[in-house]
Nanobody, 120 residues
């Protein structure tokens, strides 16, 4: 059983950076893959980045390749999403999700999300 809480969102200018955090409480954090997802108004939720159980990670959305990176700190029960060179199109609510099987939109546990707004 996990509870996930995202933080670090806010208003940023195009080209700026934000670092999102997903803090987990509960049992067995190291046994979960963590996915970052985002959803803009009127659009479907899309996968952004996946952090594997072994600490490796990979982008899911082609639009963020070369701009976003992710990592996990099991000692702190926290995962991160570093977002650089932000674009207006990155504006969305960002969610983290945990699942034993891997990164999936059908994940077992979800946070409430944190708002990212990119605007000049």
């Amino acid at each position: 059983q996990l509870q996930l809480v995202e933080s670090g969102g806010g208003l940023v200018q195009p080209g700026g950076s934000l670092r999102l955090s997903c803090a987990a409480s509960g049992f067995g954090f190291e046994n979960y893959a963590i996915g970052w997802f985002r959803q803009a108004p009127g659009k479907e939720r899309e996968g952004v980045y996946c952090i594997y159980r072994d600490g490796g990670s990979a982008s899911i959305a082609n639009s963020v390749k070369g701009r976003f990176t992710a990592s996990r700190d099991n000692a702190k029960n926290t995962v991160f999403l570093q977002m650089n060179s932000l674009k207006v199109e990155d504006s969305a609510i960002y969610y983290c999700a945990a699942d034993h099987r891997g990164c999936t939109r059908l994940a077992e546990y979800w946070g409430q999300g944190t708002q990212v707004t990119v605007s000049s």
